[in-house]
T-cell receptor
Framework: KAGVTQTPRYLIKTRGQQVTLSCSPI?????VSWYQQTPGQGLQFLFE???????NKGNFPGRFSGRQFSNSRSEMNVSTLELGDSALYLC??????????????FGPGTRLLVL | GENVEQHPSTLSVQEGDSAVIKCTYS??????FPWYKQELGKRPQLIID?????GEKKDQRIAVTLNKTAKHFSLHITETQPEDSAVYFC?????????FGSGTQLTVLP
């Protein structure tokens, strides 16, 4: 099976702009989670989608939003970009997120630089 | 919700020595504990995991132990090599939530 893919891999934006990142999970996986990773920081959970519904949400402002499509692909949007939004954005998928002991697989990430 | 604490945040060992990273969790309902390795500029990769019905699991130089009573689990790497240098994350999963620790930067000195 193909792994989790993310596009684009690199992105440069300026403050105030908005950005949309895309994630395609492993075939058959219906749960997609998004994380923000900044230098020296861990994996900060943004949100999780399952069957087109946001199931869990981390502690991020409303500028961060997402959605999931019927084919389980997910997009993440950040509006009114700030310098502090520069980070590696990782998505991860697992089969359902409700089963016990489901392994979560990460995509390669999108590196966002806000100037 | 679940809270996972990971220690130490940085760890330096001599090549050939062992490394131990420890994590504690708060939710007694958590029953799956994966460990991820993230090399610089790359995605986190699952290296080993353990389920709550098992106390220890080994895979070559890597082992994980779980103490459900104390709610802690540990990663053990023996005979460390320079390529083991990376950031390691522990995580704890209940039925619906996967929570990560803050990561440990492991440096193996030649």
């Amino acid at each position: 099976k193909a792994g989790v893919t993310q596009t684009p891999r690199y992105l440069i934006k300026t403050r105030g702009q908005q950005v949309t990142l895309s994630c395609s999970p492993i075939s058959g996986h219906r749960s997609v989670s998004w994380y923000q990773q900044t230098p020296g920081q861990g994996l900060q959970f943004l949100f999780e989608y399952f069957s087109e519904t946001q199931r869990n949400k981390g502690n991020f402002p409303g500028r961060f939003s997402g959605r999931q499509f019927s084919n389980s692909r997910s997009e993440m949007n950040v509006s009114t970009l700030e310098l502090g939004d520069s980070a590696l954005y990782l998505c991860a998928s697992r089969p359902t997120g409700t089963g016990l002991g489901e392994t979560q697989y990460f995509g390669p990430g999108t590196r966002l630089l806000v100037l | 919700g679940e809270n996972v604490e990971q220690h130490p945040s940085t760890l330096s060992v001599q090549e050939g020595d062992s490394a131990v990273i420890k994590c504690t969790y708060s939710d007694s309902a958590s029953n799956y504990f994966p460990w991820y390795k993230q090399e610089l500029g790359k995605r986190p990769q699952l290296i080993i995991d353990i389920r709550s019905n098992v106390g220890e699991k080994k895979d070559q130089r890597i082992a994980v132990t779980l103490n459900k009573t104390a709610k802690h689990f540990s990663l053990h790497i023996t005979e460390t090599q320079p390529e083991d240098s990376a950031v390691y994350f522990c995580a704890a999963s209940s039925a619906r939530q996967l929570t990560f620790g803050s990561g440990t930067q492991l440096t193996v000195l030649p």
